[in-house]
């Protein structure tokens, strides 16, 4: 059994295009109208191009008259020019405790700084273990002041919320104008 590359799934051409009397051409070197199936591929082979259909869903469908190996490789191109636009997002993590102190608080406060100037998401959390839960407000005036501290490199994505013993709040980067 052979396998497919899913490009070549992607689109019908010549000869493979079955089942349909007309189509519909469009294109650069072609008078767009609809024709016959055959009369649209003795066009295509006249030119030594590929009849290709585009949406095979139209009625009737419609096809383009162009150098397939050709397309499949300017399409590739452009997915890789998008795929190199996106900007990939990490989640740091930072943990506090509910009576974190003043020195481990500006030492993680740091290093949200550093991840947030880096262009990563930082998730910063309170975990409360045992009885400490007693200290919801602690936790959440804690968190409060830090995306207070980093509020002019940092916008809030979400306020802090308790999700069972940990009160999450959620801090990317402003974007750069």
């Known amino acids: 059994m052979a396998i497919k590359k899913k490009d070549e799934d992607q689109h019908r051409i010549n000869?493979?295009?079955?089942?349909?009397?007309?189509?519909r051409l469009v294109g650069?070197?072609?008078a767009i109208g609809i024709y016959p199936i055959e009369k649209a591929l003795a066009m295509a082979d006249d030119q030594e191009l590929d009849l290709v259909e585009i949406s095979p869903n139209a009625q009737p469908p419609v096809?383009?008259?162009?150098?397939?190996q050709k397309f499949l490789y300017q399409q590739k191109k452009r997915e890789k020019e998008l795929k190199a636009k996106t900007v990939k997002?990490?989640?740091k993590e930072i943990r506090f405790g509910p009576q974190t102190d003043d020195h481990d608080y500006n030492f993680k406060l740091k290093h949200a700084q550093e991840f947030i100037k880096d262009g990563n998401k930082v998730k910063a959390y309170v975990f409360f273990k045992g009885r400490s839960?007693?200290?919801?407000?602690?936790?959440?005036?804690?968190l409060l002041r830090f995306a207070n501290d980093l509020a002019e490199i940092a916008k809030v994505d979400s306020l802090p919320t308790l999700e069972g013993k940990r009160m999450?709040?959620?801090l990317s980067p402003k974007s750069k104008k």
Do not use: A, P, S, T
């Open 15 to 23: 000869e493979q295009i079955r089942g349909v009397r007309e189509v």
């Open 28 to 30: 650069d070197n072609v």
């Open 63 to 68: 096809c383009k008259i162009i150098d397939y």
């Open 89 to 91: 997002m990490d989640v």
């Open 133 to 142: 839960i007693l200290f919801k407000e602690q936790g959440e005036v804690l």
């Open 168 to 170: 999450i709040i959620m």
